[in-house]
């Protein structure tokens, strides 16, 4: 499956701990991560400094369900589950 133009979902429910540029404590659930370009790709895809969180974070179609509306819930829980 393949990530749906416009949602970065994964971009944003979820929290990082891990440091990145910028984000030397990791981002917060909930905040969309500074990383993103206007067209919600990220623009730390492929680079070294890209957490590895989100590299290993891979859509599904349980997380991604058919729109960005189930994908951020899907993720939510997912944080809230494993806080």
């Known amino acids: 499956m393949n990530c749906r133009p416009g949602c970065a ?9 891990s440091p990145m540029p910028g984000l030397p404590q990791g981002k917060p ?21 890209r957490p590895a969180v989100c590299g290993s974070l891979q859509p599904a179609p349980d ?6 509306q189930h994908a ?10 494993t806080c």
Not at 72 to 81: C, P, S
């Open 9 to 17: 979902a994964c971009c944003i429910a979820p929290s990082i701990s």
């Open 29 to 49: 659930a909930g905040v969309p991560c500074p990383h993103l370009a206007v067209d919600w790709r990220c623009r730390l895809f492929g680079l070294p400094e």
């Open 63 to 68: 997380m991604c369900g058919t729109d960005r």
């Open 72 to 81: 951020m819930q899907w993720l939510t829980r997912l944080e809230a589950d």
